[in-house]
């Protein structure tokens, strides 16, 4: 019922800055929720930041909190996450997800989107 498309990633040297970006196409007024997840070589993918499409309550996870930034534009359905002071170990697969409403699971997923950490 939804599509979502990522860009913005890529290679940036440990301490600075990227943001990716997140469009959703198709039957967006369905969204209830939108976030990021995030899989490194060898480990489970895991959440990373989330937000309500209506009202932009937001969820970090521990390891990133104060570093990134979720936010979301209604008008473009478009996702975001800003992302500084870059760590290593920020590095992985970036997945962009959505989910709709009446449901507490995730249900639509971004192809993903590399980011890469220079230390």
């Known amino acids: 019922q939804v599509q979502l498309v990522e860009s913005g990633g890529g290679l940036v040297q440990a301490g600075g800055s990227l943001r990716l970006s997140c469009a959703a196409s198709g039957r967006t007024f369905s969204l209830y929720r939108m976030g990021w997840f995030r899989q490194a070589p060898g480990k489970e993918r895991e959440f990373v930041a989330a937000?309500?499409?209506?009202?932009?309550?937001?969820y970090y996870a521990d390891s990133v909190k104060g570093r990134f930034t979720v936010s979301r534009d209604n008008d473009k359905n478009t996702l975001y996450l800003q992302m500084s002071s870059l760590k290593p170990e920020d590095a992985a697969v970036y997945y962009c997800?959505?989910?709709?409403?009446?449901?507490?699971?995730?249900?639509?997923w971004g192809q993903g989107n590399q980011v890469a950490v220079s230390a």
């Open positions: 997800a959505a989910g709709p409403v009446g449901a507490t699971n995730w249900g639509w």
């Open positions: 937000i309500r499409w209506t009202g932009g309550l937001t």
